[in-house]
């Protein structure tokens, strides 16, 4: 079982990738492989709606960015944690115009546990954090908890390493994170597996 890691940050080393190491390493230690993608410093386009991906599920016709090495990736892996800093009380820039165009062309994280983990130097993450988990309500991703909003705090990877109640609750969402894709394997070995979809209904409100 795989969890890939997203780290939104433009910085490799910073706040966000020291939070996502931590839970990394305790997916490891509870026996859960990992891949590590750094969305990086590059230019990444926001989506267009040219809905070109209509006609061609699971890419994005815009092939010069990170979006469809992330999409095939997304039906590679078990699980996925978005690792994102604050910007203005949201996740950062560059990583909404990913998450917005990898949720849209494709749809290989469905049914996968997700969760995120936010790095501010003050506030504005529980509203980061409801912003990126709306990306898993969307698409039938059971969203993991933790014993408290997954955050930490600092401006540099130093202060990350002494929040220490924040590096613990990265620590457990890991876990639980570990726990549900057991819970997942063991029920898909006695025969249970996603549950059927129905057709689905759109109504726009506006006719
Ligand atoms: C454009 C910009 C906007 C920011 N907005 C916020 C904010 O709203 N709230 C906050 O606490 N920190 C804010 N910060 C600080 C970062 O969220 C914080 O330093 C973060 O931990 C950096 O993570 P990183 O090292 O992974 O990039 C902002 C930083 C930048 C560059």
Redesign the pocket.
């Given at each position: 079982m795989k969890v890939l890691l997203i780290?939104g940050?433009?910085?490799k080393?910073?706040?966000?990738?020291?939070?996502l190491h931590e839970a990394e390493a305790e997916l490891n230690r509870s026996g859960i492989d990992t891949e590590f993608i750094n969305i990086g410093t590059a230019p990444v386009r926001g989506c267009t709606a040219c809905k070109k991906c209509v006609t061609t599920p699971g890419r994005c016709t815009y092939d010069d960015d990170i979006v469809n090495t992330i999409i095939e990736k997304s039906f590679q892996c078990d699980g996925l944690i978005v690792?994102?800093?604050?910007?203005?009380?949201?996740a950062?820039g560059a990583l909404t115009a990913v998450l917005d165009r990898v949720f849209y062309a494709g749809s290989g994280f469905s049914y996968k546990p997700g969760a995120c983990i936010?790095?501010?130097?003050?506030?504005?993450?529980t509203a980061a954090i409801d912003q990126i988990n709306k990306y898993f309500l969307i698409s039938n991703m059971p969203v993991v908890a933790s014993q408290y909003w997954p955050m930490?705090?600092?401006?540099?990877?130093e202060?990350?390493k002494q929040d220490l109640e924040g590096l613990q609750i990265v620590r457990t969402l890991a876990r639980n994170m570990a726990w549900l894709l057991k819970c997942i394997d063991a029920g898909k070995s006695v025969g249970i597996s996603k549950p059927e979809k129905e057709e689905k209904i759109r109504t726009n409100f506006i006719r």
């Open positions: 780290n940050s433009p910085h080393s910073g706040c966000t990738a020291y939070a690792g994102s800093p604050v910007y203005y009380a949201s950062n936010v790095s501010a130097r003050r506030a504005g993450t930490v705090h600092g401006t540099r990877a202060e990350v």
